[in-house]
């Protein structure tokens, strides 16, 4: 409870780019081209420089960010709720014929 911000709508409009790539990481078309690079980075010390490789670690820890802030603020999430393509359904009680209805 700490960690929730009292302004989380706020908050959370702030943070678009963050929720993007939190839901774009889930795709694997993205997702296989970037670990490749990630991992192949570190084989690749010797073909690219250390503020290269650095770069390209510190990815990871942006790509973490956005995980942690969709978690902490993902009511407020568009891509979550239906201002962003996720589907909202409420679970309606089935509608019983009149004659079996309680009185």
Avoid at 62 to 69: I, K, N, Q
Wanted: aromatic share 10%; hydrophobic share 45%; with cysteine.
């Amino acid at each position: 409870m700490l960690s929730m911000p009292l302004n989380a709508a706020e908050r959370a409009s702030q943070y678009q780019l963050r929720f993007w790539l939190a839901h774009s990481a889930t795709d694997p078309r993205i997702i296989a081209p970037y670990l490749i690079v990630l991992i192949g980075s570190n084989f690749a010390i010797g073909i690219i420089t250390p503020w290269g490789w650095a770069a390209i670690q510190l990815t990871m820890v942006y790509l973490v960010l956005a995980y942690s802030t969709h978690r902490k603020l993902q009511p407020w999430c568009p891509w979550c709720s239906e201002g962003g393509g996720g589907s909202h359904v409420e679970d309606l009680p089935p509608v019983l014929p009149r004659d079996r209805q309680l009185v």
